[in-house]
């Protein structure tokens, strides 16, 4: 919302590409929270609409502020770009804990590739827009963007291997729980190599 209200004609002149990307992006994650709503529980619902409704007010103020306190393009773009900045960080950061985790664990299962293949291609995307005219609003947290998510690309490639080590360990782990059965009224012990033997 805020790269929309950034990308405006009476904020940025000349933006047409921010506000329809990120006014599209912004109708995508719309439908995401209305599904995620619809079915997920009451106490989940309640949290989401909340936080969802409080944004909604806290961006609106912002556009209402800057519109009748800030008389220039120049002062408005200002305004709202610092404050993307700041949110876009906090964005491209948020997967910080997971990689966290994944040094920890050694293990990549939580943190999806695709997600972080678009990410990097979202910073480098945006990055290279904001390098001719040069805009630091766009271009600052997209580079620090493609920074994070380049880490997360080489902490994929670093422990992918273990990461299948470690799933495959549990599925044989799984599989080897069984030792007893019942064979014609008896109970046959299974050895983890070889036929089962009556007891």
């Known amino acids: 919302m805020i790269w929309v209200v950034y990308g405006l004609p009476f904020v940025h002149p000349n933006s047409i590409l921010v506000v329809t990307i990120n006014g599209a992006g912004f109708f995508i994650e719309l439908i995401y929270l209305i599904l995620f709503v619809i079915y997920s529980d009451k106490k989940k619902r309640l949290k989401i609409v909340l936080i969802s409704i409080v944004e909604i007010i806290i961006v609106g103020v912002m556009t209402a502020l800057v519109l009748s306190f800030a008389h220039t393009?120049?002062?408005?773009?200002?305004?709202?770009?610092?404050?993307?900045?700041?949110?876009?960080?906090?964005?491209?950061?948020?997967?910080?804990?997971?990689?966290?985790?994944?040094?920890?664990?050694?293990?990549?299962?939580?943190?999806?590739?695709?997600?972080?293949?678009?990410?990097?291609?979202?910073?480098?995307?945006?990055t290279i827009y904001a390098l001719h005219p040069f805009d630091p609003y766009i271009a600052a947290p997209n580079g620090?963007?493609?920074?994070?998510?380049?880490?997360?690309?080489?902490?994929?490639?670093?422990?992918?291997?273990?990461?299948?080590?470690?799933?495959?360990?549990?599925?044989?782990?799984?599989?080897?729980?069984?030792?007893?059965?019942?064979?014609?009224?008896?109970?046959?012990?299974?050895?983890?190599?070889?036929?089962?033997?009556?007891?």
């Open 73 to 126: 393009t120049k002062l408005r773009s200002s305004i709202v770009g610092m404050i993307a900045i700041v949110c876009n960080v906090m964005m491209y950061a948020s997967p910080l804990s997971v990689m966290k985790m994944v040094i920890t664990t050694k293990s990549v299962e939580y943190m999806p590739l695709s997600l972080s293949v678009a990410s990097f291609a979202n910073g480098i995307a945006w």
């Open 144 to 199: 620090l963007g493609t920074l994070f998510a380049l880490i997360q690309l080489i902490l994929y490639a670093t422990y992918y291997k273990s990461t299948k080590e470690q799933m495959a360990a549990r599925k044989a782990k799984n599989t080897v729980g069984l030792t007893e059965i019942v064979f014609n009224g008896k109970v046959a012990q299974l050895p983890h190599n070889g036929p089962a033997q009556n007891k």
